[in-house]
Each structure stands twice: as structure tokens, then as C-alpha cells.
């Protein structure tokens, strides 16, 4: 059975600048076994600034990231973890469970 092109452009998720947060938690509630790329999140324009700087300084004061949170990017929609860092968020993606090996076994 072929795959039409335009079969794979259906699949395709479409990016927004939309970041749903569902929770907050301690940094050492995520195991860093899954954390997977950084990037740097900045806001989007002047509407943005001070939902931004409102998330990262609570984030800051709580001592709290902000994981499953969900992201497009590229194409793909990613569970990502945000922490504040200075004046920034640090947006880092998250490994699935299923995307991490166990532990060898050593005899």
C-alpha cells in the first residue's frame, strides 16, 4: 500500500504560538533520564511580554518548572518542561517513556 503525499500532509500537526500549561511542579519531580533539547522562549510581541514575565516570576518565586506542557514543533506536537532562567524561559522538550531504554544488567 502507497502513501499519497497528500495523505502525510493531513497528518501534519499545525504549529501555534500556543503553549498549554497543566501543571506546575518541583524541578526534581522530573526525572532528567527525560529531558531531551533546550530552547530559548521569549515572548511574541508587546501582548506577550507581561503574560510572560507574569508565568516566569511565578514560576521563579514557587520554585516550580511547568511540565506537560504541550508544544508544536516541527510539525510535531512534544511535551515540554518550562523553567525560568533569569530573564527567560527555558524551554526543554521531553523524552516519552517509551523513548527511554532501562538500564543495562550487568553480571
Not at 511565578?58 to 515540554?80: H, N, T, Y
Given at each position: 500500500m502507497l502513501i499519497d503525499?497528500?495523505?502525510i500532509?493531513?497528518?501534519k500537526v499545525e504549529s501555534s504560538k500556543i503553549i498549554d500549561i497543566e501543571r506546575f511542579v518541583e524541578l526534581q519531580a522530573i526525572d532528567r533520564l527525560y529531558?531531551?533539547?533546550p530552547y530559548y522562549l521569549v515572548p511574541d510581541g508587546k501582548t506577550a511580554?507581561?503574560?510572560?514575565?507574569?508565568i516566569r516570576?511565578?514560576?521563579?518565586?514557587?520554585?516550580?518548572?511547568?511540565?506537560?506542557?504541550?508544544?508544536?514543533?516541527?510539525?510535531?506536537?512534544?511535551?515540554?518542561?518550562?523553567?525560568?532562567?533569569n530573564d527567560i524561559i527555558l524551554l526543554t522538550t521531553l523524552r516519552a517513556?517509551?523513548?527511554v531504554r532501562g538500564p543495562p544488567t550487568i553480571s
Amino acid at each position: 500500500m502507497l502513501i499519497d503525499p497528500e495523505e502525510i500532509d493531513a497528518l501534519k500537526v499545525e504549529s501555534s504560538k500556543i503553549i498549554d500549561i497543566e501543571r506546575f511542579v518541583e524541578l526534581q519531580a522530573i526525572d532528567r533520564l527525560y529531558w531531551d533539547e533546550p530552547y530559548y522562549l521569549v515572548p511574541d510581541g508587546k501582548t506577550a511580554i507581561e503574560a510572560f514575565a507574569v508565568i516566569r516570576d511565578a514560576m521563579r518565586e514557587k520554585d516550580r518548572v511547568g511540565p506537560w506542557a504541550a508544544s508544536c514543533l516541527s510539525q510535531r506536537e512534544r511535551i515540554v518542561a518550562l523553567e525560568p532562567r533569569n530573564d527567560i524561559i527555558l524551554l526543554t522538550t521531553l523524552r516519552a517513556h517509551d523513548e527511554v531504554r532501562g538500564p543495562p544488567t550487568i553480571s
